[in-house]
């Protein structure tokens, strides 16, 4: 099991920013998947970011493109996501997921592990 633990999230103004933590903790592996999601009120959870273990590769949604950032410390197994220049369209509950794998994935059925979400607000 892993327990993925979620903070950073808050009301913030458009155009400002916001920075996301998840660390990680339990039977963790030396090859993982960290990435974030995020839901809508009456939509479908979407795929925002996610960063391998190894090597760091990144991989972005279309939406968020240029404006978010993910990064990680394997050291701490902390994911981050920097969200820039955000909009009232970015507001959702974000959660943190974590797959067992090398490669990262936007389908949210491929990740085995969900913390239990941070709400970011953005007014206009």
């Known amino acids: 099991q892993v327990q993925l633990v979620e903070s950073g999230g808050g009301l913030v103004q458009a155009g400002g920013s916001l920075r996301l933590s998840c660390a990680a903790s339990g039977r963790t592996f030396s090859n993982y998947v960290m990435g974030w999601f995020r839901q809508a009120p009456g939509k479908g959870r979407e795929f925002v970011a996610a960063?391998?273990?190894?090597?760091?590769?990144?991989d972005y949604g279309d939406s968020v493109k240029g404006r978010f950032t993910v990064s990680r410390d394997n050291a701490k197994i902390t994911v981050y996501l920097q969200m820039n220049s955000l909009k009232p369209e970015d507001t959702a509950v974000y959660y943190c997921?974590?797959?067992?794998?090398?490669?990262?994935?936007?389908?949210?059925?491929?990740?085995?592990?969900w913390g239990q979400g941070t709400q970011v607000t953005v007014s206009s």
């Open positions: 960063i391998s273990s190894s090597g760091g590769r990144t």
């Open positions: 997921a974590w797959r067992n794998a090398y490669y990262t994935s936007h389908r949210t059925d491929e990740y085995d592990y």
